[in-house]
Each structure stands twice: as structure tokens, then as C-alpha cells.
């Protein structure tokens, strides 16, 4: 009887899902050649890694940054055009860059103490950086011109997937909840989900990557409702305002999000 309980409210919540779709409108694609997608910032600026290097384009303008010391680019953060925060995992360090492109800072936190392996970073206000230590399993608040952490979080209980954040929010991904805390490290509430592996934040809400398919959830509600989007590889995704970009491989899809 149990288990008939329990399968029954699975079904009743799929259907909810598969009976509310957001439907999505085609506005562009481009042919693309890169290695990965990164985003687009709020100048309309697309950001990608092509042969190593991270590039900007703005109207055919190409700006681009490399470093042959640290290696390889694992995350770029655009969230502010102005401080870009990039990380290099192989050598765990952190490069900040400005809108043109020119480190700002580097930040190698093989040398700090005590030591920290960072995995994810993101943005979080002018001097501060939400980090995750692979170490302590804990988000940290890191003042990079202080060198020093402001606020821990509690520890997670396992590795942390992605990490986004605004300015007063930071949102954590791991491999069975979902975390959002405020500015101040206080956690504002906990979601179980059953197999996300990435996130996006838009205007208001949220978009959810599982394997191939996308999910939209709004900021202020529970409700998780499948994006109805044309079948295709989802190799990078990101969103901007009421837009989102996708990126299989070989083009950028631009669609509006409708209905929402």
C-alpha cells in the first residue's frame, strides 16, 4: 500500500509538470564554432572559449583572455561585465577581469591560510566572492583585498554542482538539493530534486538542467514546469532577461520564453 502511495504522488506531480509546459518562440540562431558557450552580459556581449581562450564579442568587436601560466578555463562567471570572474581548477586560482578583458587580479589560493580547494566561484558584491571549499564541504564570503573569509556557511553533504548568485542571493546546486541563501549566509530554504546537474538564473526564476531537458521554476513558488523546447543536444545553456541560449555544438539557438 505504501509504495502505491508513493508512485501515485510521482505520477500526480509528472503530470503537473507534463500538462503545464513553458513554451518557448525561436527568435535566431547563429552558427558558432567554440569550445564552450559562457553567456551573454547585459550588453548584449557574448562570451565563449575558442582555442583556449576566453573571448568577448560585441558587435564583431573580439576582446579575449588567456593565461599560458594557469591553463585551462573551467568557469567564467559574467553576472557583472566589469569584474568577470574566471576559474582555473588545475591551479586553484581565481583571475578577475574587466570589461576589457585585462586581469584585474589573480588570486592563488594554493598560498592561502588556511588552504582552500575551490571548485565553484561566483560573484557576490565590489570586493567579495562566493566561494565553495571542496575541503570543508562550506560557501565561503571571501574578501579578495582583505584575503579573508567574512562568513561560512554549514557544511554541505556532498559536492556542490553549480553555483550562481545576484547581488543579494547566492544559489547552490548539489547532487540531490537545491540551497538559497541570502547575502548574509542565512539559508532562505531547501528544494529536493531528482537529478538536476546545472542552473541558470533569470529575471524572477530559474531554469533547471536534467541531461538533456530544461525545467523553469519561479523564484517565489515550488511549481517545476518543463521548458517545451525542440530536441537538441544541450551542450551549454544560459539566460538572459526573459531569453534563453542554447548552444549544441555547432549553432546558438536565441528563444523567448513564453507564457511565463
Known sequence: MKKFVVCLLFLCVMGVVAQNPIKVRLLKKDKADWSNFVGVDRFDSRYYIKNAALEKNRDGNIQSYSNLQLGKIDQVHVFNALKI???????????????????ISILNFNNSIPYRLITEVTYANESTLWLFNALTLQLELFDYKAQKTKLNTLPFKNEVLALQSD????YALTGLSFYHYNYTGSL?????????????LGSGFI??????????KKNDNKKIQILKIPKKTIKQF?????????????????YQLLNI
Do not use: C, P, W
Not at 576559474?87 to 585585462?102: C, E, G, Q, T, Y
Open 207 to 216: 531554469v533547471f538542467k536534467k541531461e538533456n531537458s530544461l525545467y523553469y
Open 238 to 254: 544560459f539566460v538572459m532577461n526573459q531569453t534563453l541560449y542554447i548552444y549544441d555544438g555547432e549553432l546558438l539557438y536565441y
Open 85 to 103: 570572474a574566471v576559474l582555473h581548477k588545475n591551479f586553484n586560482s581565481v583571475v578577475l577581469l574587466d570589461n576589457r578583458m585585462a586581469e
Open 167 to 170: 547581488y543579494n542571493n547566492v
Open 188 to 200: 532562505i530554504s531547501e528544494m529536493n530534486h531528482d537529478g538536476f546537474d546545472d542552473f541558470k
